[in-house]
Nanobody
Framework: QVQLVESGGGSVQAGGSLRLSCAAS????????MGWFRQAPGKEREEVAA???????PYADSMKGRFAISRDNAKNTLFLQMNSLKPEDTAMYYC????????????????????????WGQGTQVAVSS
């Protein structure tokens, strides 16, 4: 059974940092595209970043230079380091996994597919105050 468990969310002031983690189980971790999404109240789900096999993760434009995604295949864990947080970063952050492998760009494209082939965690809340 695939299980993705996020942690590391919390409340911070603008300019602060948080590091999110996603522990994966029940999957052949290294053979999966992994990524982070977020959803703010009343807004559509938004992709944050994805990690593929080429080690060059693409990021959403609003997060470039502030967020960094990484993965530890030995620990089956995905991370998202978030720096210089802004109030508009407030959202529920979700970990996503899909049993395909490819470049970061490919993973970025396929993870958000709504065909039911992506696994999702329960989310971790991030709140940034001004």
């Amino acid at each position: 059974q695939v299980q993705l468990v996020e942690s590391g969310g919390g409340s911070v002031q603008a300019g602060g940092s948080l590091r999110l983690s996603c522990a994966a189980s029940g999957i052949a971790y290294s053979n999966y595209c992994m990524g982070w999404f977020r959803q703010a109240p009343g807004k559509e789900r938004e992709e944050v970043a994805a990690f593929g096999t080429d080690g060059r993760p693409p990021y959403a434009d609003s997060m470039k230079g502030r967020f960094a995604i990484s993965r530890d295949n030995a620990k089956n864990t995905l991370f998202l380091q978030m720096n210089s947080l802004k109030p508009e970063d407030t959202a529920m952050y979700y970990c996503a996994a899909r049993p395909v492998i490819g470049s970061g760009g490919y993973c970025y494209d396929v993870l958000g597919s709504r065909d039911g082939g992506t696994y999702w965690g329960q989310g971790t809340q991030v709140a940034v105050s001004s």
